[in-house]
């Protein structure tokens, strides 16, 4: 068993995590972004305005996401299956 080949498997699994991360949070922080300037521009300094909305964008980006989400998690953990027969030589 190289270390090595540990570290790559690793790095590819925080990558995904990353990535599939950033795919959730993304439309999020975009809706946040222009709430915030909505609220800048209208002297409106309400918290709670912006919460709806980016809890909205959250789930509509897993319902279309999810399918996506589900199938690299799913690849992942197949190359991981894999490689555990090379890895524990």
């Avoid at 990535?19 to 002297?43: D, E, H, K, R």
Wanted: without cysteine; negative net charge; charged residues 10%.
């Amino acid at each position: 068993m190289s270390p090595e080949a540990v570290v790559e498997v690793f790095g590819q699994g925080l990558f995904l995590v990353v990535v599939l991360v950033v795919a959730i949070i993304l439309p999020s922080l975009i809706v946040g972004l222009i709430i915030s300037v909505f609220q800048a521009a209208t002297q409106i300094n309400e918290q709670t305005l912006s919460f709806l909305p980016r809890l909205v964008a959250t789930l509509v980006s897993i319902m279309i996401l999810g399918p996506w989400i589900i199938q690299e998690l799913l690849d992942i953990s197949q190359y991981v299956f894999e490689s555990i027969a090379y890895l524990t030589r």
